[in-house]
C-alpha cells in the first residue's frame, strides 16, 4: 500500500508548480534510521519552501536537533495551493522531506512563526497532517504541537492551537525540551506512556517555556555567550532558488540604536557579539560545505560589530581567488559603510538602500529614529560618489502624531536626493517603500492606536499625488495585508475563531499578495462577530495587555 501510494504521489508531483518544493534529498540534508531512533521532532514553517529555507533558525535547529543521540528533526513547509488540493482530492497527508512520514508520526511537530500573515497556513499544515487543530481536541497518542519565532512574543490569538511556546531564542530551551520529552516517547516505550498533561507540567517548569493553561507568566530565553552557541556549518542547500540564497553567518545578536518601533531590537537584546576567529572558521566551514558564491554577515545592525572592518576585509582578501561575493546587510548608511561595502564586494551592487522611516526630523525623533536629515544626505553623497546610481528609502506611514505635512516631506526628501544624484549621474533612480505602522508587541510604541485601510489608502494618495518625478518610483504596502498583521500583532484569543472560520472560507498564503483575499477575511470577523477595527485603538497603559504575561527584560 505505502509504495502504491508513493508512486501515485510521484506522479501527482509531476503535475504541479515546482515539485521540488516537496521532494527533499538536497545537499546536505540528514537522513537517520527512522526504525532506530527514540524521539522525532517535525520542523514546520507555514510558508512556502523557498521562504522557510531562507530561515536561518530552522536551519539551526534541525543541526542541533539532529546532532543529539537518539534524535531525528525532519522539514516540512506548507504545500501551495495546487499541492494542498492534491493532497486533499487524493486522500494523501502532508509529510516531512526527509522520511516522507505524516506529521501525527512525530512525538514533536514545532512550528517557527516569522509573520502573522502565516497563521491560516499552519491550520492547513496540521489539518492534512493528521492532527486536531486545536489543543483542547487533541489525543494522548497526538504530537504535542510547539510554536517559537517572533510571532510567540504575542501567543494569545493561536494559543488555542499549540501544546507550548518558546519565548526568546531556541538552541538552549530546546535541547532542554528535549531532554524532558525524550524520556517519555510514545512511538518506541508505549508501555511506558506519559500523560501529555505530565509531559506539559514537567515543559511548563522550564524557563522560556509557555504552556497556555498552566504558566502565569514566562521570561524570554536568550543565548548569554553567543560565540559558543551551535551553529550549523553544513547547512541544507535548496533545491530550487530560496528568497535568500547564499551562504550565512550570523555575526550578533541584539541591537543598541533602541527605534521605539521595531519589535527585533527590542526583544533581541541584549547586544553580544561572535569572536572574529570564531566567525572566519564559521566562514570557511559553511562554504566549503555548500558551494555558494556569496556569503552574507547577518545582524540587525551589521555595522555595529565590533571588527566589522576588519572582519570583511579579511573575508574578502581570503576568498578573493575563488570570487566569492561578500555581503554587508543591514549596515548603516554612512560613508564608512558604503566604502567599505564597495571595497569588498566583488558584484559591484548599483544601489544602496536607506531607512529613513520618517521625511521629518520631528517625527523621527519621536519614533526614536536615530538618523538625521544630514545623515542621509552625507550617505547618499557617499553612495553616488561611489557609483551608485539607484537609491532605496524606506518610510512608514500612520506614525503617532503624523501630520500631513510629515508625508509631503517624503516627497520633498525624495526629490531632494534625487537633485543630488543628478549631478553624479544621468541614470539616478530613486524608489520609495511605503509600510503601514503596526504597533508591535514590548515595545514603547505598543499602546499606539494603528491606522485603518481607508487612512492608509488616503496617506498613500497624499504622496502619489506630489510626487511628480517619474524618476521616482513609489511602492507601498498593501492596506489590508497591514491591517491583518496589526490585528493579529496585538490580538487577544478570540482571534482563534477568526483564524480557523478565514481558513474555513478559503484563506490562504495571506503574506503573498496575490492570494489574499480580504472579503473572505471579513465575512469571517463578521461570522465570529467581532469588529476587527476594535484592536486598531490606542490602548489604555493602565490596562493590561493580552501578552503581559511575557516578560522581555534582557
Not at 532605496?392 to 525624495?414: Q, R
Given at each position: 500500500m505505502c509504495v502504491i501510494m508513493n508512486f501515485m504521489d510521484d506522479n501527482l508531483l509531476l503535475s504541479i508548480q515546482k515539485p521540488a518544493r516537496y521532494v527533499g534529498n538536497e545537499l546536505n540534508s540528514i537522513h537517520k534510521d527512522w526504525e532506530k531512533i527514540r524521539f522525532k521532532v517535525?520542523?514546520?514553517?507555514?510558508?512556502?519552501?523557498?521562504?522557510?529555507?531562507?530561515?536561518?533558525?530552522i536551519q539551526i535547529l534541525y543541526y542541533i536537533i539532529n546532532n543529539q543521540a537518539d534524535c531525528l528533526a525532519e522539514r516540512v513547509f506548507a504545500p501551495w495551493p495546487d499541492r494542498e488540493n492534491q493532497l486533499t482530492t487524493n486522500n494523501l497527508q502532508l509529510t516531512t522531506l526527509e522520511s516522507?512520514?505524516?506529521?501525527?508520526?512525530?512525538?514533536?511537530?514545532?512550528?517557527?512563526?516569522?509573520?502573522?500573515?502565516?497563521?491560516?497556513?499552519?491550520?492547513?499544515?496540521?489539518?492534512?497532517g493528521g492532527i486536531p487543530?486545536?489543543?483542547?481536541?487533541?489525543?494522548?497518542?497526538?504530537?504535542?504541537?510547539?510554536?517559537?519565532?517572533?510571532?510567540?512574543f504575542n501567543p494569545e490569538p493561536?494559543?488555542?492551537?499549540?501544546?507550548?511556546?518558546?519565548?526568546?531564542?531556541?538552541?538552549?530551551?530546546?535541547?532542554?525540551?528535549?531532554?524532558?520529552?525524550?524520556?517519555?516517547?510514545?512511538?518506541?516505550?508505549?508501555?511506558?506512556?506519559?500523560?501529555?498533561?505530565?509531559?506539559?507540567?514537567?515543559?511548563s517548569k522550564i524557563p522560556g517555556v509557555y504552556v497556555p493553561g498552566l504558566s502565569k507568566t514566562v521570561t524570554k530565553r536568550y543565548v548569554k555567550d553567543f560565540d559558543a552557541v551551535t551553529y550549523p556549518l553544513?547547512?541544507?542547500?535548496?533545491?530550487?532558488e530560496a528568497v535568500h540564497d547564499r551562504a550565512v553567518i550570523e555575526i550578533m545578536r541584539g541591537c543598541k540604536w533602541g527605534c521605539k518601533f521595531c519589535q527585533a531590537g527590542w526583544t533581541s537584546r541584549p547586544v553580544?557579539?561572535?569572536?572574529?576567529?570564531?566567525?572566519?572558521?564559521?566562514?570557511?566551514?559553511?562554504?566549503?560545505?555548500?558551494?555558494?558564491?556569496?556569503?552574507?554577515?547577518?545582524?540587525?545592525?551589521?555595522?555595529?560589530?565590533?571588527?566589522?572592518?576588519?572582519?570583511?576585509?579579511?573575508?574578502?582578501?581570503?576568498?578573493?581567488?575563488?570570487?566569492?561575493?561578500?555581503?554587508l546587510p543591514s549596515m548603516r548608511t554612512n560613508s564608512f559603510s558604503i566604502k567599505l561595502a564597495k571595497e569588498i564586494s566583488r558584484v559591484r551592487s548599483n544601489s544602496i538602500t536607506l531607512a529613513p522611516e520618517a521625511g521629518t526630523q520631528r517625527l523621527r525623533d519621536v519614533i526614536g529614529k536615530n538618523m538625521s536629515e544630514e545623515n542621509i544626505i552625507e550617505g547618499v553623497k557617499s553612495a553616488f560618489a561611489?557609483?551608485?546610481?539607484?537609491?532605496?528609502?524606506?518610510?512608514?506611514?500612520?506614525?503617532?502624531?503624523?501630520?500631513?505635512?510629515?508625508?509631503?516631506?517624503?516627497?520633498?526628501?525624495?526629490q531632494k536626493l534625487y537633485e543630488i544624484g543628478k549631478s553624479y549621474t544621468k541614470r539616478v533612480r530613486i524608489t520609495v517603500n511605503?509600510?503601514?505602522?503596526?504597533?508591535?508587541?514590548?515595545?514603547?510604541?505598543?499602546?499606539?492606536?494603528?491606522?485603518?485601510?481607508?487612512?492608509?489608502?488616503?496617506?498613500?494618495?497624499?504622496?502619489?499625488?506630489?510626487?511628480?518625478?517619474?524618476?521616482?518610483?513609489?511602492?507601498?504596502h498593501q492596506a489590508e495585508a497591514s491591517f491583518l498583521e496589526g490585528l493579529f500583532s496585538r490580538g487577544n484569543r478570540r482571534l482563534s475563531a477568526v483564524i480557523e472560520k478565514a481558513w474555513e472560507l478559503g484563506c490562504r498564503f495571506d503574506a503573498w499578495s496575490e492570494h489574499l483575499k480580504f472579503d473572505l477575511w471579513q465575512k469571517a470577523f463578521a461570522e465570529c462577530g467581532i469588529d476587527p477595527n476594535d484592536y486598531l485603538k490606542t490602548r489604555d497603559k493602565n490596562q493590561p495587555l493580552p501578552w503581559e504575561y511575557v516578560k522581555c527584560n534582557g
Open positions: 517535525a520542523l514546520a514553517y507555514p510558508d512556502a519552501y523557498e521562504i522557510g529555507m531562507s530561515n536561518l533558525g516522507q512520514k505524516p506529521l501525527n508520526q512525530f512525538d514533536l511537530v514545532g512550528f517557527s512563526l516569522g509573520h502573522e500573515l502565516t497563521y491560516t497556513n499552519l491550520i492547513t499544515m496540521l489539518k492534512l487543530v486545536r489543543r483542547s481536541e487533541r489525543k494522548e497518542s497526538d504530537p504535542l504541537i510547539m510554536a517559537g519565532g517572533p510571532c510567540a493561536i494559543a488555542d492551537f499549540f501544546d507550548f511556546f518558546v519565548i526568546g531564542e531556541g538552541e538552549e530551551v530546546l535541547v532542554d525540551i528535549i531532554n524532558v520529552l525524550r524520556p517519555t516517547s510514545h512511538v518506541l516505550r508505549p508501555t511506558s506512556h506519559v500523560l501529555r498533561s505530565t509531559k506539559l507540567e514537567a515543559l553544513k547547512p541544507i542547500v535548496p533545491f530550487i553580544r557579539e561572535k569572536k572574529l576567529a570564531t566567525l572566519l572558521e564559521q566562514a570557511d566551514a559553511v562554504l566549503k560545505n555548500t558551494g555558494y558564491e556569496e556569503l552574507s554577515l547577518v545582524s540587525l545592525s551589521s555595522s555595529d560589530y565590533s571588527q566589522i572592518e576588519e572582519l570583511a576585509k579579511t573575508l574578502a582578501k581570503k576568498y578573493e581567488k575563488e570570487k566569492i561575493n561578500l555581503s561611489e557609483g551608485i546610481e539607484a537609491i532605496k528609502l524606506y518610510f512608514m506611514i500612520g506614525l503617532p502624531t503624523e501630520t500631513d505635512a510629515d508625508l509631503l516631506a517624503i516627497c520633498d526628501l525624495a511605503l509600510s503601514t505602522f503596526v504597533p508591535k508587541p514590548h515595545t514603547p510604541l505598543q499602546w499606539e492606536r494603528q491606522i485603518t485601510i481607508e487612512e492608509t489608502l488616503a496617506k498613500q494618495k497624499l504622496i502619489k499625488l506630489n510626487t511628480k518625478n517619474k524618476s521616482i518610483e513609489l511602492r507601498w
